[in-house]
């Protein structure tokens, strides 16, 4: 099995920050690009940002130059650094990654199961 675990959410004021951080564990053999999602009441869910096992990352334009993401590869881990939140920032925030199981030896794509994060004014 393949399991991913957010942690770190929280509540904060408008203007603060968090680090999120993913950790994926079990029966992995190699992961290709991770990615973070956010899915706010009543709206869909969004890509957020996401980076390659290389490191070439990709931002929605909502956050470009307010939050950072980042991974270890050799820890199996991804973060995502959040500046200057904004309420409108406020979701669920999933993180994703496109995962090698090393029994079945199959791609396929894995989902934590979320941490809140919330913005207050």
């Known amino acids: 099995q393949v399991q991913l675990v957010e942690s770190g959410g929280g509540l904060v004021q408008a203007g603060g920050s968090l680090r999120l951080s993913c950790a994926a564990s079990?029966?992995?053999?190699?992961?290709?690009?991770m990615g973070w999602y956010r899915q706010a009441p009543g709206k869909q869910r969004e890509l957020v940002a996401d980076?390659?096992?290389?490191?070439?990352?990709n931002y929605a334009n909502s956050v470009k130059g307010r939050f950072t993401i980042s991974r270890d590869n050799a820890k199996n881990t991804m973060y995502l650094q959040m500046n200057s939140l904004k309420p409108e920032d406020t979701a669920v925030y999933y993180c994703?990654?496109?995962?090698?199981?090393?029994?079945?030896?199959?791609?396929?794509?894995?989902w934590g199961q979320g941490t809140q994060v919330t913005v207050s004014s």
């Open positions: 079990g029966s992995i053999s190699s992961i290709n690009t």
């Open positions: 994703n990654g496109q995962i090698r199981n090393m029994i079945t030896w199959r791609w396929s794509d894995y």
């Open positions: 980076i390659t096992s290389g490191g070439i990352t």
